[in-house]
């Protein structure tokens, strides 16, 4: 997983080679991408099709942590949904933000440890959550993260975009997905 996590961001320099000047809307077929966890469901905009990483495994706590992601030369989409288990209820809004934040500079090194993440508080559709971004350097390139967190129906939430500034399309496709999350209000 880790070695997943470091290709979601840094891996992204080795793959940028052969990026034309094509709008990213000519490249890529966008959609979005129904997740389900728990009893919460989200739906995020994407330029193509990601899937899961693992099945359901857990993390440090033992809670269950569900991985997907999607990368390409161009951009990357990392989302994690974390469930409470018995004896490890899930973080606060803003613990949960900083640990997302501490794992990926782990992930990222020196260059994620030289990093600094700025964070606003915003709404996804109508849910409270964090928005963070940073921006970490790397082979003369820098590699921009914005990631949102926040807890719907027992469920904690990391969507995480990332992509380089060495890449006109990856900026183009951020303008066009970044943020662009729905969050399913189903009863029950």
């Known amino acids: 997983m880790k070695q997943y996590i470091i290709a979601l961001g840094l891996g992204m320099v080795l793959f940028l080679g052969g990026c034309g000047s094509q709008e990213a809307i000519d490249t890529y077929s966008f959609g979005q991408k129904v997740i389900n966890v728990g009893q919460s469901e989200v739906i995020v905009d994407s330029p193509f099709d990601f899937g899961q990483l693992d099945r359901i495994v857990a993390n440090d706590k033992g809670q269950p942590l569900t991985i997907y992601a999607g990368l390409d030369k161009n951009y990357g989409v990392y989302v994690s949904a974390t ?52 921006a970490a350097g790397s082979n003369g390139q820098t590699i921009r993260f914005t990631q949102y967190t926040f807890i719907n129906k027992g469920v904690l939430w990391n969507i995480r975009y990332s992509y380089s500034d060495q890449s006109p399309q990856g900026e183009d496709i951020n303008q066009r997905v970044n943020g662009h999350i729905q969050v399913t209000k189903k009863e029950g």
Request: charged content about 20%; aromatic content about 2%; overall charge negative.
């Open 83 to 134: 469930q409470a288990s018995t004896g490890a209820p899930l973080p606060t809004l803003e613990e949960g933000t900083k640990l997302a934040q501490q794992e990926l500079a782990k992930e990222l090194g020196q260059a994620g440890a030289k990093a600094q993440w700025t964070q606003e508080a915003v709404q996804v559709d109508g849910v409270n959550a964090v928005k963070s971004s940073m």
